[in-house]
């Protein structure tokens, strides 16, 4: 189930589908980050509707790729990190001087990313959890996991007792400084997820403005958020990581399992998942989406269950490359996850000018559901255009990019002969 040519050399289009696959998917999620203010992401009492499709819009979004193209992602970017080290000590590259200068370039596109085009940036994040895990390079896929728990679990607790103290705001009996901390803890949380009008109509002034008003607020208010990510979100995408590098060692990224495997992950990732998460799902619109227990939903509650059901969906997307249907659509999706990185950044290009005030400026006019058009017109660009690309020259452009300034010299670009080692 892989392309192999050589052990230093083989194409793993698991992991190209696979990567292609959430590259695509984790635009189901930030395109309401791209299209409305922040609290709607993953609030539609917020804004963007919370009745009728648009509220049946929220929770298949909620149940079915909240968290999980995410946790995909992660899991890739942490499996072929380690791939990409392997094969820099095999060509006397230096496993470790290659691998951070790859990190620091991208946390420089990161951040300029952040600044320039889009606040969404996980690039940076990434950059920083990637310094992290090449610790974690030698370990045993059991171990990898052990990591893994530790550190989710960690994360949960943390952010379950924020959740908690918020919850408190407002309760009988709490003394004076137990009292404000509740209070303030709910204020915060009400800035992330809540219907806080004033924060709402802040965003819609700014991203309804032009460019250079856009970059300004993000230069003067939001200036260290790619590096302050890391502790909001350290825990857990380190952890994800681990997974990955785990799934990458023990040959499930890479297709080496029985097909009988992947199908009991598949059944076992979406029963132990999907119910838990349309209960919570039911929970959250019951209570008219309270702010405490969206967040903890968000990054606590729904964490140990995102995880199964994203393992499940590569599972799935291993099993139909081995089945061998629809393999034109195979090999484009396998194109689009090489190009993993231009794609990313790309779509952010296109979707800042879609919405925001110095492009067409559709910024908060679309509901929730209708966002879909925008989604599916960017992936039928990304199937279109990456294999076509991929015809022609060896890298997508930003890759080619990335790897030049890794290695400080230009890299081969157009395809003359014999393919370069894939990293």
């Known amino acids: ?57 929220w929770a298949a979004n909620f149940v079915l790729f909240d968290g999980k193209m995410r946790t995909l992602f992660s899991m890739l970017f942490g ?155 350290g825990l857990e995408t380190v952890a994800l990581m681990l997974i990955g590098m785990a799934m990458y060692k023990s040959g499930f990224v890479t297709g080496d399992w029985p097909r009988a495997s992947y199908r009991r992950w598949a059944i076992w990732g979406l029963a132990l998942g999907l119910p838990p998460l349309v209960l919570l799902a039911s929970r959250i619109v019951t209570t008219d989406f309270d702010t405490p227990l969206l967040f903890a939903s968000l990054v606590a509650i729904s964490a140990p269950f995102d995880i199964p059901v994203a393992i499940a969906i590569a599972a799935l997307l291993i099993l139909w490359i081995g089945s061998g249907a629809a393999p034109a659509l195979r090999d484009r999706v396998a194109a689009a996850g090489r190009m993993a990185f231009t794609n ?30 925008p989604v599916i017109s960017m992936w039928a660009l990304m199937l279109a255009w990456s294999k076509p690309w991929l015809d022609r020259f060896h890298y997508g452009p930003l890759e080619w990019l990335w790897r030049s300034l890794s290695r400080g010299s230009l890299q081969p670009m157009r395809k003359a002969g014999r393919e370069p080692v894939p990293v």
């Open 1 to 57: 189930m892989t392309d192999a040519t050589s052990p230093a050399g083989q194409r793993f289009v698991t992991l190209d589908v696979v990567r292609g696959a959430a590259v695509m998917g984790i635009l189901v999620l930030n395109i309401v980050a791209f299209a409305m203010p922040f609290p709607a992401y993953s609030n539609p009492a917020a804004y963007g509707g919370d009745t009728g499709i648009n509220l049946a819009a």
């Open 79 to 233: 499996a072929s990190t380690l791939l990409v080290i392997e094969r820099a000590r095999a060509s006397d590259r230096g496993g470790a001087s290659a691998h951070y200068t790859r990190m620091i370039v991208l946390l420089a596109v990161g951040c300029l990313h952040f600044w320039f085009l889009w606040f969404g940036d996980i690039l940076a994040l990434y950059a920083m959890c990637g310094m992290i895990i090449y610790v974690f390079r030698k370990q045993s896929p059991r171990a990898l996991i052990g990591w893994a728990v530790v550190l989710i679990g960690l994360s949960v607790i943390f952010y379950g007792l924020v959740s908690w103290v918020a919850s408190m705001a407002g309760s009988p009996g709490l003394s004076p400084e137990a009292a404000a901390g509740a209070i303030e803890a709910r204020r915060a949380l009400e800035l992330e997820v809540g219907a806080n009008s004033g924060k709402i109509a802040s965003e819609l002034a700014i991203y309804r403005s032009g460019y250079a008003e856009i970059v300004d607020y993000r230069l003067g208010k939001m200036t260290w958020m790619p590096f302050t990510s890391l502790f909001g979100y």
């Open 344 to 373: 990313y950044l790309a779509t952010s290009l296109v979707m800042t000018s879609l919405f925001y005030g110095y492009g067409l400026g559709l910024f908060g006019l679309v509901e929730r559901a209708a966002l879909w058009l």
